[in-house]
């Protein structure tokens, strides 16, 4: 027999919140990277000719320079962007971008509207109060998009390949996270592998994982 008893009600309350958190995710993220896939496949790009990632080994904060370009990213007042590199030509291991931006109310409802997730834990504060989170949290995926967000802030010209997303914590809505991207290895062919994470402004690492993407030089415009 069908129910339309949200999920969230049927949660074994023995179950830790972050690993039953990990374990809903990442039915998420597979849904996440269909459709990154098929975006590929309409750019004419095989994911199948990536080679699968495995554990990144080494793991490392980003490295600081003298003088790291810091300015106010385009498109709101409240976002910022942060990159190590201003030149296509100096791009190399250990570059990275940070964005940063409030996940707010008003992104919430975009976000649910623009992807069909109407989940009541998002959108409806009674509801998600009784819940384990105790208050309305941001769509995962939502969280997730402030990664390519800095992707698409190194110099050049970034396509992504493929993503690989652990969910570590939820996010409250009104929360500002700063999303980091940081080139650990290069892999031929204007290929590249990288850390991605996401943190809170209190330093909590809600999003660890890597990306493979190509960085091109940018058409003139």
Request: aromatic share 6%.
């Amino acid at each position: 027999m069908s129910s339309n008893r949200p999920e969230s009600d049927a949660i074994n309350s023995t179950v830790p919140p972050n690993e039953h958190w990990s374990s809903v995710s990442k039915h998420v993220v597979n849904s996440y990277l269909e459709a990154n896939n098929a975006l590929l496949a309409a750019m004419g790009l095989s994911p199948s000719s990536e080679r699968q990632m495995g554990t990144l080994t080494a793991r490392h904060s980003p490295a600081t320079t003298d003088a790291p370009i810091r300015e106010l990213a385009f498109g709101d007042d409240a976002w910022l962007m942060e990159r190590s590199v201003d030149s296509y030509d100096d791009l190399a291991v250990g570059d990275y971008v940070r964005f940063t931006k409030p996940i707010d109310d008003t992104d919430v409802s975009a976000f649910a509207h623009i992807s069909g997730d109407t989940n009541q834990l998002h959108l409806v504060k009674s509801f998600a109060e009784r819940t384990q989170f105790g208050g309305r949290i941001a769509h995962g995926t939502l969280v997730a998009g402030t990664i390519s967000a800095a992707l698409a802030r190194f110099p050049g010209l970034t396509i992504y390949l493929s993503q690989d997303l652990e969910f570590r914590a939820p996010v409250e809505v009104g929360t500002t996270v700063t999303a980091t991207c940081e080139i650990v290895e290069e892999l031929g062919a204007t290929r590249y592998r990288l850390h991605t994470s996401v943190e809170t402004d209190d330093e909590v690492t809600v999003i660890d994982g890597e990306a493979i993407v190509v960085i091109k030089e940018s058409p003139e415009n």
